[in-house]
């Protein structure tokens, strides 16, 4: 019986088996790109423009660097990269990633391997540091939930548990055009590597 075709074409040229993925197949370009033209909150967003995985995943940078100011430069490349296998799997919604199962579960966490591999990181990452990137996630996404999606900030409280006010004082969330968000996720991911 032949075997359906698993991988995907890289603009970079790579093809990347989404099944098997290995490090060798994996571009930073092909990520930023991929990540910038997501949309999160099923594109429900107020604006012009679309709020992009990439632009989460630098606003989730921001709020773990400041949460965690002693944080090594690994797990702050961590935190940039921590919803990075969506550049190929698209954002779910919680609700929709659990009726989907594990096996959406399992393939995230090949792809993250995959991808933590390519830029020096330990392929798992220890679940102190999970924890860590996981409560600057929540941070970000009341932020996003109050900011441009909708929510009250009682009704971003229960879903996303209460943010301490003065660590987001100065933080607000501006919709930028896709490309612009791609070449910020690539020079920030750049400065980060410069750094190891």
Known sequence: MKQARAWQRMLSGRR???????????????????????????????????????????LVTDLF??????????????????????????????????????????????LAAAIHIRFGLPAKIPQTIKRQIKKADKVS??????????????????????VDAALIADMQINLRPAPEVRGEFTKRHATLLEAL
């Not at 990520?31 to 992009?52: C, E, K, M, P």
């Not at 919803?83 to 190929?88: K, R």
């Open 141 to 162: 996404a009341w932020m996003e939930a109050t900011q441009i999606a909708g929510f009250t900030e009682a009704e971003a409280d229960k879903f996303f548990g209460r």
């Open 65 to 110: 660097c400041r949460m965690q100011p002693k944080a090594p430069v690994k797990w702050r490349l961590a935190a940039l990269l921590h919803d990075a296998p969506e550049y190929v799997i698209g954002d779910m919604i919680s609700p929709v990633k659990a009726a989907v199962g594990p096996g959406y579960e399992g393939l995230d966490e090949r």
């Open 16 to 58: 990347l088996d989404l099944l098997d993925p290995t490090p060798v197949d994996i571009e930073i370009e092909d990520i930023a790109h991929g990540l910038a033209f997501v949309a999160r909150w099923n594109g429900q967003t107020a604006g012009d423009h679309a709020y992009s995985v990439a632009e989460h995943s630098l």
